[in-house]
């Protein structure tokens, strides 16, 4: 019997990565009843890495937040034995803004340390945090506050949330941070290498993302720098100039320097947190893609991480995409043999994000017919 691993990151603005996988089992299974599909969802870290623990077999535990400007967030993290998967998007995700309006200086990440809290408390040891997508640029100084830091202004009052507010702060107090998450082993899903501060930084680079005018940068930046400088007397030491600070707004920076979190590039995490390696042992074809692959797709995006774990493994690998701008000759160098776009059957591209999943199992059917059933590569 042929196995067909099915391991796709969702395509954005379309479907979940589980539907994606869904709708090219349907099609390939309308042509041979015999084949065995196997639907294991990937992500990058980003939004759907809960999701891809949780069809992997992980318990999806359900916990409300508050969202990047305070109002309720019902979410979720996935939980197995000792280990947590908490995500940043599905708690304070720029997605979550409500009616879409940024707020680049009040927007924090109190909600994400809300939902560490309740998985520390729940008996977690390891939290595996997905970072990506984050509407703030406080520096994880809103994680911070939800599990027991106190950050203070020159009169002794907690400071407002948010990056902006982070200019009046003179002092961060972290004897009453939770014993658990000082305890916990942290470790970030992350594929950003930016620093906290300058040109390159947190604010610089993704605030704009986030709404930021040019004011609202430099307000931003001047609160980062005096965010770090607290957090470099606290702890003893200055972490700012790292490499991967300056992710999700600067919240590597506080996990980092704070939780002594590691950082660890996102599709490998969460390959390891879903067994794949298991999965790809008995797979004779792994199809793998995301909504668009491009030139950001081969640095490190989901497909190109499958793809080097399944040529590692000796397994062929097939794409599938929205869109496809690189080409098979790009992907070549990685294992993968074919590779197929929604586009190349409908070339309008509102149309073909609607009708995402009924194309998709029209690829399915292709691939049954053309790389299994006929054999081709």
Not at 198 to 227: C, D, F, I, N, S
Not at 328 to 336: A, C, N, S, T
Request: charge should be negative.
């Amino acid at each position: 019997m042929t196995r067909i691993l099915l391991a796709p990151d969702k395509f954005k603005g379309s479907l979940s990565a589980a539907d994606v996988a869904r709708a090219l089992a349907s099609g390939m299974l309308s042509v041979d009843s015999s084949l065995e599909t196997v639907c294991l969802p990937v992500a990058d870290g980003g939004d759907g890495t809960v999701d891809a623990a949780v069809t992997a077999g992980w318990d999806r535990v359900a916990v409300t937040c508050s969202g990047p400007t305070g109002e309720p967030v019902h979410t979720s993290y996935a939980r197995r034995g000792a280990t947590a998967v908490v995500e940043l998007a599905s708690a304070v995700g720029l997605e979550l803004l409500p009616d879409g309006r940024p707020d680049s200086l009040g927007a924090s990440t109190f909600g994400l340390g809300t939902v560490i809290a309740d998985a520390l408390e729940a008996g977690a040891e390891r939290i595996v945090v997905g970072l990506g997508g984050s509407a703030s640029t406080d520096g994880g100084a809103g994680m911070l506050s939800a599990l027991g830091a106190r950050i203070v202004d020159a009169d002794g009052n907690d400071v407002a949330l948010g990056g902006g507010a982070l200019r009046g702060a003179v002092h961060l107090d972290v004897s009453g941070l939770m014993p658990s998450a000082r305890n916990a082993v942290f470790e970030l899903a992350c594929d950003v290498d930016n620093p906290l501060l300058g040109r390159t930084g947190a604010a610089a680079v993704y605030g704009p993302q986030k709404g930021a005018g040019p004011q609202e940068l430099l307000y931003l930046e001047h609160g980062m720098r005096q965010w770090a400088h607290l957090v470099r007397n606290a702890i003893g030491r200055d972490v700012s100039g790292l490499a991967g600070t300056g992710a999700a707004g600067g919240t590597a920076f506080g996990a980092i320097a704070v939780l002594g979190a590691a950082a660890k590039p996102g599709i490998e995490t969460v390959l390891e947190l879903i067994d794949f390696g298991s999965a790809l042992a008995s797979a004779d074809l792994v199809v793998t893609g995301e909504g668009s692959l491009d030139e950001q797709s081969l640095h490190g995006k989901a497909p190109i991480g499958v793809a080097h774990a399944a040529r590692a493994a000796g397994v062929p690998v097939i794409t599938v995409a929205g869109r496809n701008v690189v080409g098979l000759d790009r992907l070549r160098p990685y294992g993968i043999t074919a590779s197929y776009a929604l586009t190349d059957l409908e070339s309008d591209p509102r149309i073909s994000m609607r009708d995402a999943a009924r194309l998709l199992h029209e690829v399915g059917r292709t691939l049954a017919t053309t790389h299994i059933l006929e054999g081709t590569s």
